[in-house]
C-alpha cells in the first residue's frame, strides 16, 4: 500500500468498522492465549481514560497481565520491521496531552501507520489501523474509541503531519471531545474562536499568546491593543520591509520587553511574506539594535546584511 494510501487511514474521519475491529483483537487475544474480552466502544480516547483500569507497573510480581504480554508480542514484532512512513506521532502526543489523564498501556488503531505499515499483510495490525481509533486491552475487556469526526492537519517543516486549523477543532471526536491546535501548537478553544486583545493581554503562557497573535495578525494586535511605537526603520536585509518597535505594557508577561514587528524575508508556500513580532529586551529603542540582538549582532552590523532569511 502505498504511503499517500496509509495517510488517508490515518486520517479518516468516518465511523469505525466495529466487526473487523473486533474480529482483530480477537485474534491477538488468541495469539497470547487469552480468552476474548468483553469489547466496549466509547467516544474518544478522554473517555476511554475514565474508565478503563491502571496497567500496573511493566516489572511487578504475579502474572503478567494481557496488556503486557501484548507490547512484548509488538516490541518482538517491530524489532523485525524495515524502518517505517513518517507516521502521526505529533498528532497523537497532542491528542494524549489534550486527554490529561493517565491511559496505561494501549494502541492507536488507525493512528499506529508510522509502523504498522511496514507489517506484511494480512495482519490483525493493518486491519485495526483501517478500521478504528486508539484501543485499550485488559484482561477480560478491551475498550476502542471511535475514530474522530473531525482530524485536520498539515504538512509541518519536516513533512510529518501537524494538527492545525483555524475555523475550529483540529480534532472532534463523536463524544464531544476536541483539541484545538494553531500550525501544531495546542491552544484553548478561545485562540481559534474568539480571539481579543484582552484575552492575549491576560494569557501567561508565551506560545499560546503567540498563536493568538498570529491568529488576529500582527498588524491588528498591534492597533486594537494601542501599543506605543517607540521608533521605525527599514529593514536592510530585507528591501521593502520596515521593522517597527512597541512597548509591551503587560506585567503579566513577565520582566519589562518591547516587541519587534518584522516581516520575514522569505516567501511562504502561498507566496506572502509573513508578519510577525519578536520580544525583545526594554533597553532598546532602536529598531536596529533590536533586530541585531535576535542575531547576536550589533545594530551597525545588522545594518550590513545583504539579504535576511
Avoid at 494569557?203 to 495578525?217: K, P, Q, S
Avoid at 533586530?291 to 547576536?296: D, E, F, I, R, V
Wanted: net charge neutral; glycine share 8%; aromatic share 10%.
Amino acid at each position: 500500500m502505498s504511503t499517500d494510501a496509509w495517510l488517508d487511514h490515518a486520517l479518516c474521519t468516518e465511523p469505525a468498522d466495529r466487526p473487523a475491529a473486533e474480529a482483530a483483537i480477537t485474534r491477538l487475544y488468541a495469539e497470547l492465549n487469552a480468552p476474548p474480552p468483553a469489547f466496549v466502544w466509547v467516544g474518544s480516547p478522554a473517555a476511554a481514560a475514565q474508565v478503563v483500569p491502571p496497567s500496573p507497573p511493566l516489572f511487578s510480581d504475579g502474572p503478567r497481565p494481557v496488556e503486557t504480554r501484548m507490547a512484548t508480542l509488538v516490541s518482538k514484532l517491530r524489532g523485525k520491521l524495515p524502518p517505517g512512513i513518517r507516521g502521526f506521532r505529533r498528532v497523537t502526543e497532542m491528542i494524549h496531552a489534550a486527554v490529561d489523564a493517565p491511559l496505561g498501556l494501549h494502541w492507536r488503531g488507525q493512528h499506529d501507520i508510522g509502523w504498522v505499515a511496514r507489517v506484511f499483510e494480512p495482519s490483525p495490525w493493518v486491519t485495526l489501523a483501517r478500521s478504528c481509533g486508539w484501543w485499550f486491552p485488559r484482561a477480560e475487556t478491551c475498550w476502542i474509541a471511535e475514530r474522530p469526526l473531525v482530524l485536520r492537519t498539515e504538512p509541518g517543516d519536516d513533512g510529518e503531519p501537524r494538527l492545525h486549523a483555524d475555523d475550529g477543532p483540529a480534532v472532534a471526536y463523536p463524544d464531544g471531545f476536541t483539541v484545538h491546535a494553531w500550525h501544531g501548537t495546542r491552544v484553548p478553544s478561545w485562540v481559534i474562536d474568539d480571539p481579543s486583545v484582552d484575552r492575549i493581554a491576560a494569557e501567561t503562557n508565551v506560545e499560546v499568546r503567540r498563536c493568538a497573535i498570529e491568529r488576529i495578525g500582527w498588524g491588528t494586535f498591534v492597533d486594537q491593543a494601542a501599543l506605543r511605537l517607540v521608533g521605525s526603520a527599514d529593514d536592510p536585509g530585507n528591501p521593502g520591509a520596515r521593522l517597527r518597535l512597541y512597548d509591551l505594557p503587560y506585567a503579566k508577561w513577565g520582566r519589562p520587553t518591547r516587541l519587534l514587528l518584522a516581516i520575514n524575508g522569505s516567501v511562504e508556500r502561498d507566496g506572502t511574506r509573513r508578519r510577525y513580532g519578536l520580544r525583545v529586551p526594554a533597553w532598546f529603542d532602536d529598531p536596529l539594535d533590536a533586530a541585531g540582538w535576535t542575531y547576536g549582532l550589533t545594530g551597525d552590523q545588522y545594518g550590513q546584511l545583504l539579504r535576511r532569511t
